[in-house]
């Protein structure tokens, strides 16, 4: 029984698991989206986002600690400077899986994994630059302010007349 095994083995002894997840994990780093399957997509998001946590502070300590894990500088140097300043203000979440459908050779279940804040399509920051805030155009709209004032008026007019 696997009670309280978390673990996703891939059909891999730890050594290879290790070994793959890191270059997943090298690559996603690098160039921000990959498609791979399903299940490892999967146990890439767990192995990636804690890193990415790692890379908001940029300390030789935490460099070590995820060098440790990704065996490649240039993956290194690319997450705590282009990765960690996109995801700053990010509580969690850095990645997205979109399921692909199967695979033809051996109908596998394919996803892309992607870093959230480097998707352009449904990124914030590309539609802010690109639609200003649009202004109203409505005719009437100071015709509805003087009947709005006219209103408040009324009442008190009535009052006034009730009152003498």
């Known amino acids: 029984m696997r009670h309280g095994d978390k673990v996703k083995n891939l059909s891999r002894p730890k050594a290879h698991r ?4 890191s270059n997943l994990a090298c690559q996603l780093i690098e160039h921000k989206r990959i498609v791979t399957t399903v299940a490892k997509a999967k146990a890439l998001r767990v192995y990636v986002e804690p890193l990415i946590t790692k890379g908001k502070t940029n300390t030789t300590h935490q460099r070590r600690v995820v060098f440790s894990y990704l065996q490649d500088k240039t993956a290194v140097t690319e997450l ?5 300043e996109k995801v700053a203000g990010r509580p969690g979440g ?3 899986i979109i399921k692909l459908g199967t695979r033809p050779g051996d109908n596998a279940e394919t996803a892309m994994i992607e870093l959230v804040d480097f998707n352009e399509i449904y990124g914030k920051g590309k539609t802010e630059e690109k639609a200003p805030a649009k202004k109203t155009r409505r005719a009437g709209g100071k015709k509805k302010a003087e009947t709005g004032s006219e209103k408040t008026e009324a009442p008190a007019a009535a009052e006034e007349k009730a009152a003498e």
């Open 18 to 21: 290790d070994a793959l997840l």
């Open 94 to 96: 850095y990645t997205r």
């Open 80 to 84: 705590f400077s282009n990765v960690a």
